[in-house]
């Protein structure tokens, strides 16, 4: 997605006139701070309001996550306007590359942290705390145009869209591997098949794979990951693009960027195996039922927290109620406060490494 940069500068001609009318010249403190709205919503915890803060924060990852933490940034920002917050959403995976060579504070990243990935950042000095923030369900979706296909099983979807169905040109081309699969929406229309999706430095494309890809490929002593002949995309608008502008599509994304475009797309439902076809909502991604749930997490470098007020301040705002809200402003599912307290306590305990 398009990098969105927090830039929050000062009330410089309040202040020049202020000084003008004291008159005295005198030194001034660096800081100015907008008006607060109210006392919940300004002050982060362990913090008198943040007006005295000052630095920079630095943040990259999943283009998932990054919509929550945009959000996050800005409103942390509008009160701490001495502290300058970039976030872009490269994917996941690259955004794990950035911040275990310690280039960013914070990886967004909608996938938990991989082994290796932990043990090359504690290679380099980083030290992750992992903090889930959201639940996602990933959403498969077609063209609103499309009215041939309504619900499809994993089985099915490994008949379109596993390493099995490469070069697969048309639906109905995935008729005889999802007879041999049992997948129970077949036979497919005949109709062209156009899938733009995710691409391997997605969180999202990992996540599809390990949920719907990767058992039936196991059994079939097939490669986990999809069929390499599609359009891929690091950027959830290009793939909303790609799917909404061909009729018959087929492809996948963040449950946030349907919601955000279901005047161009249509979610399909999901049958993760035991015959019930379910629609992606907020109710059926919170408990599950919706087979391609998933957890999106943020990581914060703890060795980085001595030397930056700053972004010990804008993870404690994250994950206060009002930062949290921003979960369902940017159209994912909330936690449970239960397990926010859990993430809460994970966080100020500062347990580095996965979260088993």
């Known amino acids: 997605m398009k990098s969105r940069i927090v830039r929050l500068v000062g009330l410089i001609a309040v202040l020049a006139l202020v000084i003008a009318a004291c008159g005295d010249g005198g030194a001034e403190d660096g800081t100015t701070t907008a008006p607060p709205a109210d006392d919940e919503t300004t002050t982060a915890p362990?913090?008198?309001?943040?007006?005295?803060?000052?630095?920079?924060?630095?943040?990259?990852?999943?283009?998932?996550?990054e919509p929550i933490t945009a959000r996050v940034a800005e409103a942390f920002g509008g009160m701490n306007s001495g502290v300058a917050i970039s976030v872009d959403g490269p994917g996941t995976s690259d955004g794990f590359v950035l911040?275990?060579?310690?280039?960013?504070?914070?990886?967004?990243?909608?996938?938990s942290i991989k082994e290796e990935e932990v043990a090359t950042c504690q290679e380099n000095g980083v030290e992750p705390i992992e903090i889930k923030v959201a639940i996602d369900g990933l959403s498969v979706l077609t063209s609103i145009a499309n009215e041939a296909v309504s619900c499809l099983a994993f089985t099915d979807l490994y008949a379109l869209l596993g390493i099995e169905s490469t070069g697969f040109a048309?639906?109905?081309?995935?008729?005889?591997?999802?007879?041999?699969?049992?997948?129970?929406?077949?036979?497919?229309?005949?109709?062209?098949?156009?899938?733009?999706?995710?691409?391997?430095?997605?969180?999202?494309?990992?996540?599809?794979?390990?949920?719907?890809l990767e058992g039936i490929a196991e059994e079939r002593g097939q490669d986990p990951n999809p069929r390499p002949d599609y359009v891929a995309s690091p950027?959830?608008?290009?793939?909303?693009?790609?799917?909404?502008?061909?009729?018959?599509?087929?492809?996948?994304?963040?449950?946030?960027?349907?919601?955000e475009n279901q005047d161009v797309v249509k979610a399909l439902a999901v049958d993760g195996g035991d015959g019930t076809c379910v629609d992606p909502t907020p109710e059926t991604i919170a408990s599950n039922e919706y087979p391609i749930s998933r957890p999106l997490f943020i990581y914060v470098d703890a060795n980085k927290l001595d030397a930056k007020?700053?972004?010990?301040?804008?993870?404690?705002?994250?994950?206060?109620?009002?930062?949290?809200?921003?979960?369902?402003?940017?159209?994912?599912?909330?936690?449970?406060?239960?397990?926010?307290?859990?993430?809460?306590?994970?966080?100020?305990?500062?347990?580095?490494?996965?979260?088993?």
Do not use: H, M
């Open 99 to 111: 911040f275990c060579n310690g280039e960013t504070d914070i990886s967004d990243a909608s996938r």
């Open 170 to 212: 048309n639906w109905s081309d995935a008729n005889d591997l999802a007879a041999e699969l049992g997948a129970p929406n077949a036979p497919y229309p005949d109709a062209p098949l156009t899938v733009t999706a995710p691409g391997e430095e997605s969180g999202t494309f990992d996540s599809f794979v390990e949920i719907v």
């Open 309 to 356: 007020p700053e972004l010990v301040a804008f993870v404690d705002y994250y994950l206060t109620e009002a930062g949290l809200a921003e979960v369902g402003n940017a159209g994912y599912v909330d936690l449970t406060p239960e397990e926010n307290a859990e993430w809460l306590a994970n966080w100020e305990a500062r347990n580095v490494g996965k979260v088993d």
């Open 46 to 65: 362990g913090e008198d309001g943040g007006g005295d803060l000052a630095g920079q924060i630095v943040i990259s990852g999943s283009s998932t996550v």
């Open 235 to 259: 950027n959830d608008n290009v793939i909303i693009e790609g799917i909404s502008g061909n009729d018959t599509s087929l492809g996948w994304v963040g449950y946030a960027f349907f919601v």
